[in-house]
C-alpha cells in the first residue's frame, strides 16, 4: 500500500468550530474588552483573543500553556480565529496580574523559634508573612460573563459556598502550609458547580485569615453583576464574629461550623436533658441517630447574638453499635460522654435537621475542586509568581463556566451529550471529530452528530 502526503485542509478537533461560534453568541469577547479594556494599537493579540485561545486549549485537553502549539497547527483551517504562541499567551496573561498584599504578623511564645529570642524577656518571637491577592478586575470579569452566558438569573437569589482548598506546587513564591508542603491556598465562592470569585492565598496562610475581607469583596462584586445571595455557606475556619454580624447586616443567612471553646462546652455539658430532641439524620454514608437542641450565642467581636444549633451522639453507645449505623464521624467533637457537632447560623426558621443536612452538603465544593484542577488545569500552575497564577486560575474558572453554559446550549440540539459531562467525556464524545474546510463549507467525516445544525 503506497503513502502519499495531501494539503486538505483537515483538523481532528473539528468539535471546536460549534463550540466557538457559541462563544462568539455568548458575546464573550465584547465582554472581555469591556471589563479589560483593549490592549496597545501594535498589539496583534487583545485579550480577548488570548482568553479565548486558552479556553479552546483547555476544552481540546490542554492543561500547559505549550499545549497550544499543536492546537494552533490544528485549528489553522478555521477563518478569523487568532490563537497566539504559548510564549505570548503567558506574556498576556502575566501583565494582567495584579499587586500582592503582604501583612505580617508576630507570634510569640515560650517555644524557642528559629528567631531571635526577645530581649529582657524569656518569650520568643516568630514573624510570619501572609501574602493575599483577589485581582478585581479578572474577579470582575468571571462574574460579569457568569452572569451574562444565562447560566444565573438576576431575580433568584443563590446558595453560596466559600471554602479554601490546597494546590501542591514547588514553584518559586509557594510556601509551606501546616502540613508541611509548598503550596497555594485559594479562597473560592463557588454556586453549584460554578466559581465565582477566587482570591489567591500562599500556603501558610490560614482558612480564617482575612474572612471578613474576603467575604465582602466577593458579596459586593456578585452584586456589581447581579447575582443575589441568599444564604452563605462555610465551614468552621471563617468562625468569625465580625463576618456573621456583616452578612446579618445585608439579610444574609449564613450557616457555618462553629468552632469548640471552653465557655461553649461548659453549656452543652451542663445543658438539661429535657432540652434535647432525638433526630435521625442520614448522609451519603452514615445514618446519625442523635439528639439536638439550640443556644442563643454571642461570639467574641460580634455585636449580635445567633442560633447554635447543637448534635450530640452517646460516644458509649455509638462503640457498641458496629458498621454504618449510628457512627460518629471524626470531625465531631469529643467532650466526655459525648460527641458534638455545631453549626452557628441566623436561620431562626429552619429546623435543626435542615440545617445540618444543608451544611452536610459542603462536599460538593470538593467535587468542584477536584473539577478544576483535573480537568481545567488548577494542578498545574504555570507561573513562579502567586500574583500571575492568581490570572491563570481566573481565566480557568471562566472556561468553566463557559463550558457549562455551552453544554447547555448544544444539548437542545444534540442529544447525544450530557449535561453533567466531565470535560474528558466531551473531548471524546463531541471536539475530537475530524472535519476538512473546502471551498463553501465544512465537511465533518465519520460522525452521527449533526454537526450541520449547530454550526
Not at 238 to 266: C, W
Not at 423 to 446: N, P
Request: glycine share 6%; net charge positive.
Amino acid at each position: 500500500m503506497k503513502a502519499r502526503r495531501s494539503n486538505r485542509k483537515i483538523t481532528p478537533f473539528g468539535g471546536v468550530i460549534p463550540v466557538l461560534k457559541q462563544i462568539r453568541d455568548f458575546k464573550i469577547p465584547s465582554l472581555i474588552r469591556e471589563s479589560l479594556g483593549t490592549r496597545v494599537k501594535q498589539a496583534k493579540y487583545g485579550y480577548e483573543d488570548v482568553i479565548i485561545a486558552w479556553m479552546l486549549t483547555n476544552l481540546c485537553g490542554g492543561i500547559r500553556l505549550d499545549h497550544i502549539t499543536k492546537l494552533r497547527k490544528n485549528l489553522n483551517i478555521i477563518p478569523e480565529l487568532n490563537l497566539p504562541s504559548h510564549d505570548t499567551l503567558g506574556r498576556v496573561m502575566k501583565s494582567l496580574a495584579t499587586d500582592v498584599l503582604s501583612e505580617s504578623e508576630v507570634h510569640r511564645g515560650k517555644r524557642p523559634y528559629k528567631e531571635v529570642k526577645i530581649k529582657g524577656s524569656k518569650t520568643y518571637k516568630r514573624i510570619t508573612t501572609r501574602e493575599t491577592n483577589d485581582n478585581e478586575p479578572m474577579n470582575d470579569l468571571l462574574a460579569l460573563i457568569t452572569s451574562k452566558i444565562g447560566l444565573l438569573k438576576q431575580k433568584e437569589k443563590y446558595d453560596l459556598d466559600l471554602d479554601v482548598t490546597a494546590i501542591y506546587t514547588e514553584v518559586r513564591e509557594a510556601k509551606k502550609s501546616y502540613k508541611e508542603r509548598r503550596c497555594f491556598a485559594p479562597m473560592v465562592a463557588c454556586i453549584d458547580n460554578l466559581p465565582v470569585f477566587i482570591e489567591m492565598r500562599n500556603g501558610n496562610v490560614a482558612p480564617g485569615a482575612r474572612i471578613l475581607e474576603s467575604t465582602q469583596k466577593c458579596i459586593e462584586n456578585l452584586e456589581k453583576n447581579k447575582i443575589s445571595i441568599g444564604r452563605v455557606r462555610m465551614d468552621r475556619g471563617a468562625y468569625h464574629g465580625p463576618t456573621f454580624d456583616y452578612l446579618n447586616k445585608k439579610d444574609v443567612q449564613f450557616i457555618v461550623g462553629a468552632r469548640k471553646s471552653k465557655k461553649m462546652m461548659e453549656a452543652l455539658n451542663t445543658a438539661e436533658d429535657a432540652k434535647w430532641k432525638p433526630v435521625h439524620i442520614q448522609t451519603s454514608l452514615y445514618d446519625w441517630d442523635c439528639e439536638t437542641t439550640d443556644f442563643e450565642w454571642q461570639l467574641s467581636g460580634s455585636k449580635e447574638t445567633y442560633r447554635l444549633v447543637v448534635l450530640r451522639m452517646d460516644r458509649k453507645r455509638d462503640t457498641a453499635k458496629k458498621g454504618r449505623y449510628g457512627t460518629t464521624p471524626k470531625t465531631w467533637v469529643y467532650g466526655g460522654q459525648y460527641a458534638y457537632k455545631m453549626i452557628i447560623t441566623n436561620d431562626k426558621a429552619s429546623s435543626a435537621k435542615e440545617l445540618v443536612e444543608f451544611y452536610n452538603q459542603r462536599g460538593t465544593s470538593e467535587r468542584n475542586f477536584d473539577t478544576m484542577k483535573n480537568d481545567f488545569g488548577w494542578k498545574l500552575p504555570p507561573f513562579s509568581n502567586m500574583s500571575e497564577n492568581t490570572v491563570f486560575l481566573i481565566i480557568a474558572a471562566i472556561t468553566n463556566n463557559v463550558y457549562q453554559a455551552v453544554i447547555r446550549k448544544l444539548k437542545k440540539k444534540v442529544k447525544e451529550i450530557r449535561i453533567n459531562a466531565r470535560l474528558r467525556d466531551f473531548i471524546y464524545m463531541f471536539m475530537s471529530v475530524a472535519c476538512e474546510l473546502t471551498d463553501t463549507e465544512y465537511v465533518f467525516y465519520d460522525t452521527n452528530i449533526a454537526y450541520e445544525k449547530i454550526c
